[in-house]
Protein backbone atom coordinates (compact mmCIF):
# COMPACT_ATOMS: atom_id res chain seq x y z
CA UNK A 1 0.00 0.00 0.00
CA UNK A 2 1.89 2.84 -0.96
CA UNK A 3 0.94 6.98 0.41
CA UNK A 4 -1.89 7.41 2.03
CA UNK A 5 -4.12 4.86 0.05
CA UNK A 6 -6.72 3.29 2.68
CA UNK A 7 -5.69 5.16 5.48
CA UNK A 8 -7.90 7.42 7.75
CA UNK A 9 -6.77 10.60 8.58
CA UNK A 10 -7.84 13.47 11.18
CA UNK A 11 -7.15 16.83 10.07
CA UNK A 12 -8.23 19.75 12.93
CA UNK A 13 -8.92 23.30 11.64
CA UNK A 14 -9.76 21.26 8.68
CA UNK A 15 -13.22 23.43 7.54
CA UNK A 16 -11.20 26.14 5.65
CA UNK A 17 -7.86 27.84 4.43
CA UNK A 18 -4.65 25.25 5.10
CA UNK A 19 -6.76 22.57 6.53
CA UNK A 20 -9.52 22.21 3.77
CA UNK A 21 -6.31 22.23 1.46
CA UNK A 22 -4.89 18.92 3.48
CA UNK A 23 -8.16 16.90 3.49
CA UNK A 24 -8.49 17.31 0.30
CA UNK A 25 -4.69 16.16 -0.28
CA UNK A 26 -5.32 13.49 1.46
CA UNK A 27 -8.60 12.05 0.27
CA UNK A 28 -7.21 12.34 -3.41
CA UNK A 29 -4.49 10.34 -2.54
CA UNK A 30 -7.01 7.63 -1.40
CA UNK A 31 -7.21 8.04 2.92
CA UNK A 32 -10.68 8.34 4.08
CA UNK A 33 -10.90 11.80 6.27
CA UNK A 34 -12.41 13.32 9.25
CA UNK A 35 -12.75 16.76 8.69
CA UNK A 36 -12.69 18.06 12.57
CA UNK A 37 -13.79 22.40 12.62
CA UNK A 38 -15.00 23.64 15.97
CA UNK A 39 -18.54 24.72 13.88
CA UNK A 40 -19.37 21.08 12.05
CA UNK A 41 -21.60 23.53 9.93
CA UNK A 42 -17.75 24.94 8.32
CA UNK A 43 -16.74 20.97 7.18
CA UNK A 44 -19.34 20.89 4.52
CA UNK A 45 -18.48 21.70 1.81
CA UNK A 46 -14.64 20.84 2.40
CA UNK A 47 -16.74 17.70 2.97
CA UNK A 48 -18.96 17.65 0.30
CA UNK A 49 -15.56 18.75 -2.18
CA UNK A 50 -14.15 15.12 -1.18
CA UNK A 51 -17.23 12.91 -1.58
CA UNK A 52 -18.44 14.74 -5.29
CA UNK A 53 -14.77 13.83 -6.53
CA UNK A 54 -15.35 10.61 -5.21
CA UNK A 55 -13.52 10.33 -1.88
CA UNK A 56 -14.78 9.68 1.69
CA UNK A 57 -15.08 11.97 4.35
CA UNK A 58 -17.21 13.16 7.58
CA UNK A 59 -17.54 16.57 9.10
CA UNK A 60 -16.83 16.30 13.04
CA UNK A 61 -17.17 19.11 15.46
CA UNK A 62 -14.67 19.58 18.57
CA UNK A 63 -13.07 22.07 20.79
CA UNK A 64 -9.84 21.30 20.39
CA UNK A 65 -8.42 22.50 23.68
CA UNK A 66 -11.44 20.16 25.26
CA UNK A 67 -10.69 17.06 26.52
CA UNK A 68 -14.01 15.40 25.92
CA UNK A 69 -14.75 16.70 22.85
CA UNK A 70 -11.37 14.87 21.24
CA UNK A 71 -12.04 12.44 22.87
CA UNK A 72 -15.53 11.75 21.30
CA UNK A 73 -14.15 13.52 17.87
CA UNK A 74 -11.86 10.45 17.32
CA UNK A 75 -14.00 7.94 18.78
CA UNK A 76 -16.59 9.02 16.11
CA UNK A 77 -13.94 8.93 13.13
CA UNK A 78 -12.80 5.35 14.84
CA UNK A 79 -16.20 4.13 14.40
CA UNK A 80 -17.55 5.55 11.23
CA UNK A 81 -14.21 5.54 9.28
CA UNK A 82 -12.25 2.20 10.32
CA UNK A 83 -9.69 3.29 12.25
CA UNK A 84 -6.93 6.62 12.53
CA UNK A 85 -3.98 6.36 11.42
CA UNK A 86 -2.96 10.29 10.54
CA UNK A 87 -3.15 13.27 12.45
CA UNK A 88 -2.63 16.35 11.01
CA UNK A 89 -2.76 18.96 14.22
CA UNK A 90 -3.60 22.10 11.93
CA UNK A 91 -6.38 23.97 13.66
CA UNK A 92 -5.35 27.29 15.20
CA UNK A 93 -6.09 31.01 15.83
CA UNK A 94 -4.46 34.44 15.30
CA UNK A 95 -4.84 37.11 18.27
CA UNK A 96 -2.35 39.37 17.57
CA UNK A 97 -0.80 42.35 19.26
CA UNK A 98 2.05 43.98 20.93
CA UNK A 99 3.02 42.77 24.20
CA UNK A 100 2.03 45.56 26.34
CA UNK A 101 -1.36 45.17 24.51
CA UNK A 102 -1.42 42.11 24.59
CA UNK A 103 -4.41 40.52 26.70
CA UNK A 104 -3.98 37.42 29.03
CA UNK A 105 -7.48 35.81 27.51
CA UNK A 106 -5.43 36.25 24.24
CA UNK A 107 -2.46 34.74 25.33
CA UNK A 108 -4.38 31.80 26.81
CA UNK A 109 -6.97 31.36 23.75
CA UNK A 110 -3.70 30.78 21.47
CA UNK A 111 -2.19 28.79 23.98
CA UNK A 112 -5.15 26.48 24.03
CA UNK A 113 -6.10 25.91 20.68
CA UNK A 114 -2.50 25.27 19.61
CA UNK A 115 -0.30 23.88 22.07
CA UNK A 116 -3.05 22.12 24.24
CA UNK A 117 -5.21 21.45 21.52
CA UNK A 118 -2.02 19.74 19.46
CA UNK A 119 -1.11 17.75 22.56
CA UNK A 120 -4.72 16.80 23.58
CA UNK A 121 -5.28 15.33 19.79
CA UNK A 122 -1.75 13.55 20.11
CA UNK A 123 -2.49 11.74 23.51
CA UNK A 124 -5.88 10.73 21.93
CA UNK A 125 -4.76 9.78 18.70
CA UNK A 126 -2.41 7.82 19.25
CA UNK A 127 -3.43 4.91 21.82
CA UNK A 128 -5.03 4.01 18.05
CA UNK A 129 -1.67 4.13 16.17
CA UNK A 130 0.30 2.32 18.57
CA UNK A 131 -2.26 -0.41 18.86
CA UNK A 132 -1.83 -0.84 15.45
CA UNK A 133 1.98 -0.28 15.47
CA UNK A 134 1.59 2.34 12.51
CA UNK A 135 0.95 6.13 12.92
CA UNK A 136 1.92 9.72 11.61
CA UNK A 137 1.31 12.77 13.50
CA UNK A 138 1.58 16.10 11.62
CA UNK A 139 1.57 19.20 13.26
CA UNK A 140 1.47 22.92 11.99
CA UNK A 141 4.01 25.53 13.19
CA UNK A 142 5.14 28.30 11.62
CA UNK A 143 7.92 30.35 10.79
CA UNK A 144 7.15 32.65 13.33
CA UNK A 145 8.34 30.21 15.70
CA UNK A 146 11.81 31.94 15.04
CA UNK A 147 10.04 34.93 16.61
CA UNK A 148 7.60 37.73 14.84
CA UNK A 149 6.64 41.05 15.82
CA UNK A 150 3.07 41.16 17.46
CA UNK A 151 2.93 37.46 18.19
CA UNK A 152 4.46 36.80 21.34
CA UNK A 153 1.59 34.51 22.19
CA UNK A 154 1.75 32.61 18.15
CA UNK A 155 5.63 32.57 17.82
CA UNK A 156 5.46 30.73 21.54
CA UNK A 157 2.63 28.41 20.75
CA UNK A 158 4.76 27.50 17.37
CA UNK A 159 8.14 27.05 18.96
CA UNK A 160 6.14 24.82 21.63
CA UNK A 161 5.14 22.96 18.99
CA UNK A 162 8.46 22.16 17.79
CA UNK A 163 9.47 20.57 20.87
CA UNK A 164 6.41 19.01 21.27
CA UNK A 165 6.77 17.17 17.81
CA UNK A 166 10.58 15.93 18.71
CA UNK A 167 9.38 14.80 21.96
CA UNK A 168 6.48 12.55 20.09
CA UNK A 169 9.08 11.58 17.84
CA UNK A 170 11.26 10.23 20.56
CA UNK A 171 8.27 8.62 22.75
CA UNK A 172 6.38 7.23 19.57
CA UNK A 173 9.01 6.09 17.42
CA UNK A 174 9.28 2.55 18.93
CA UNK A 175 5.60 1.81 18.50
CA UNK A 176 6.01 2.56 14.20
CA UNK A 177 4.21 5.90 15.02
CA UNK A 178 6.43 9.23 13.46
CA UNK A 179 5.91 12.97 14.12
CA UNK A 180 6.71 15.52 11.94
CA UNK A 181 6.05 19.48 12.19
CA UNK A 182 5.79 22.17 8.75
CA UNK A 183 6.17 25.19 9.89
CA UNK A 184 4.74 27.51 6.73
CA UNK A 185 5.79 30.88 5.76
CA UNK A 186 3.86 33.35 3.91
CA UNK A 187 0.53 31.34 3.22
CA UNK A 188 -2.39 33.18 1.08
CA UNK A 189 -5.68 32.13 2.94
CA UNK A 190 -8.55 34.33 4.02
CA UNK A 191 -6.30 34.64 7.60
CA UNK A 192 -3.57 36.14 6.36
CA UNK A 193 -6.31 38.34 4.00
CA UNK A 194 -7.96 39.41 7.31
CA UNK A 195 -4.48 39.99 8.70
CA UNK A 196 -3.10 42.31 5.44
CA UNK A 197 -6.17 44.27 6.21
CA UNK A 198 -6.17 44.42 9.84
CA UNK A 199 -2.36 46.02 9.27
CA UNK A 200 -3.65 48.47 6.88
CA UNK A 201 -2.31 46.71 3.26
CA UNK A 202 -4.04 44.45 1.02
CA UNK A 203 -3.00 40.57 0.44
CA UNK A 204 -1.98 41.52 -3.11
CA UNK A 205 0.54 44.14 -1.30
CA UNK A 206 1.63 41.29 0.82
CA UNK A 207 2.05 38.36 -1.98
CA UNK A 208 4.12 40.83 -3.85
CA UNK A 209 6.40 42.35 -1.29
CA UNK A 210 6.91 38.60 0.20
CA UNK A 211 7.58 37.06 -3.78
CA UNK A 212 10.05 39.86 -3.67
CA UNK A 213 11.99 38.40 -0.58
CA UNK A 214 12.17 34.71 -1.12
CA UNK A 215 14.41 32.78 -4.12
CA UNK A 216 11.09 31.22 -5.75
CA UNK A 217 9.68 34.68 -6.35
CA UNK A 218 6.11 33.79 -5.22
CA UNK A 219 3.86 33.99 -2.01
CA UNK A 220 2.85 30.65 -0.46
CA UNK A 221 -0.45 28.42 -1.12
CA UNK A 222 -2.12 26.12 0.64
CA UNK A 223 -1.70 23.34 -1.88
CA UNK A 224 2.43 23.87 -0.75
CA UNK A 225 1.72 22.46 2.58
CA UNK A 226 -0.95 19.90 1.40
CA UNK A 227 1.61 18.18 -0.35
CA UNK A 228 3.95 18.48 2.58
CA UNK A 229 1.42 16.85 4.54
CA UNK A 230 0.90 13.90 2.02
CA UNK A 231 4.49 13.11 2.08
CA UNK A 232 4.93 13.40 5.67
CA UNK A 233 1.46 11.63 6.29
CA UNK A 234 3.06 8.24 3.52
CA UNK A 235 3.73 5.29 4.48
CA UNK A 236 6.88 5.92 2.53
CA UNK A 237 8.13 8.30 5.23
CA UNK A 238 8.59 5.77 7.84
CA UNK A 239 12.36 6.79 8.14
CA UNK A 240 11.57 10.50 8.75
CA UNK A 241 10.74 11.75 12.22
CA UNK A 242 11.15 14.68 14.71
CA UNK A 243 11.65 17.40 11.93
CA UNK A 244 10.14 20.34 11.08
CA UNK A 245 10.38 21.30 7.11
CA UNK A 246 9.82 24.96 6.87
CA UNK A 247 7.65 25.21 3.73
CA UNK A 248 8.79 29.15 2.87
CA UNK A 249 10.14 29.84 -0.74
CA UNK A 250 13.35 29.78 0.65
CA UNK A 251 12.89 32.71 3.12
CA UNK A 252 15.38 31.63 5.65
CA UNK A 253 18.36 31.10 3.20
CA UNK A 254 18.44 35.28 2.91
Known amino acids: M ?36 LDEANTAAVVAGIVDTGGSAIGVRADVSKADQVQAAVDRVVSELGGLQILV ?11 FKMSEEDWDLVMNVHLKGAFLCSKTAQKHMVD ?8 MSSTSALGN ?6 ATAKAGLQ ?24 IETAMTKATA ?9 MREAVAA ?29 GQVIYVDGGRGLI
Open 163 to 186: GLTKTLAIELGPFGVTANAIAPGF
Open 213 to 241: AVPVRRGGLPDDVANTVAFLAGEESGYVT
Open 89 to 99: NNAGVLRDNLL
Open 149 to 154: RGQANY
Open 197 to 205: ERVGTTIEQ
Open 2 to 37: AGVEGRVALVTGGGQGIGAAIAARLAAGGAKVGVLD
Open 132 to 139: AKYGRIIT
